[in-house]
């Protein structure tokens, strides 16, 4: 493993699997240092293992961002070991399901509608928050919150409680890059279509659904998380310094605002 102390800092939440892993590992290929954040320490271990394996300069960082006291944590140990961070991915999400499909709003219980703003919402507020103190004293930054085409427009498929969230995170980026841009942070929003992941697949339909998309976007296909980490890695680059208060739609012309 190779680092360099004048490389990046990146923090990806929900790191362990899936988009999050994806991110990881290309902003670590660019050459990074990675932060992956999950909630469970052995999963978050074994990620990291698997690309320091590769040779990429990665750090496990345990903690739920969902508990400001675990989210002051991480940042305590950011600024510690680091001293800075450059780029922040809040990636960490959560889509409840009943019986293998989103839960109309009549079916949605009480703890399912706050399990997810706490998580989806919430915890990207509070990462976004403490990233914010750390970028100001460097005069640079790059946040980037993970939205959806849920969050976008009715899909038939995302709960309410998602799409809630989604939606929330875009008005969120857009105060926070208005509030920030002056110390050259930039923020941003990614709003992936139907990517194949291990959440897409809790769907107990998954091939019917996947069929839905597909039919539906012009592109014929569904995305894979490729697609997503490399829109991820434009608005967290240099050549993304003039974008903020932005989303990027990346569902092969599923969404066409």
Not at 16 to 40: H, T
Not at 93 to 106: M, N, T, Y
Not at 184 to 195: D, E, K, L, Q
Not at 219 to 227: A, E, F, H, K, P
């Amino acid at each position: 493993m190779t680092s360099s102390e004048d490389s990046k800092v990146a923090l990806i939440t929900g790191a362990n699997q899936g988009i999050g892993y994806a991110v990881a590992e290309r902003l670590a290929r660019e050459g990074m240092r990675v932060l992956l954040n999950g909630r469970r320490a052995e999963a978050v271990e074994e990620a990291s293992s698997r690309l320091e394996a590769a040779g990429l300069c990665v750090v496990p960082l345990t903690g739920d961002v969902s508990r400001e006291d675990d989210v002051a944590k991480m940042f305590a140990a950011i600024e510690s070991r680091f001293g800075r961070l450059d780029v922040t991915v809040n990636n960490a999400g959560i889509a409840p399901r009943v019986a293998g499909r989103s839960p109309r709003v009549e079916d949605t219980p009480l703890d399912a509608w706050e399990r997810t703003l706490a998580i989806n919402l919430t915890g990207a507020f509070m990462v976004a928050r403490a990233s914010v103190s750390l970028m100001k004293a460097r005069r640079f930054g790059r946040i980037i919150n993970l939205s959806s085409q849920s969050g976008r427009m009715y899909t038939g498929f995302g709960s309410a409680a998602y799409a809630a969230t989604k939606a929330g995170l875009i008005g969120f980026s857009r105060v926070l890059a208005g509030e920030v841009g002056e110390y050259g942070i930039t923020v941003n929003c990614v709003a992936p279509g139907r990517i194949k992941t291990a959440m897409a697949a809790t769907f107990a339909n998954e091939a019917s659904v996947d069929q839905q998309y597909i039919v539906r976007t012009p592109m014929r296909r569904v995305g894979t998380t490729d697609d997503v980490a490399a829109a991820i890695s434009y608005l967290a680059s240099d050549a993304a310094s003039f974008v903020t208060g932005t989303v990027l739609d990346v569902t092969g012309g599923f969404y066409m605002p």
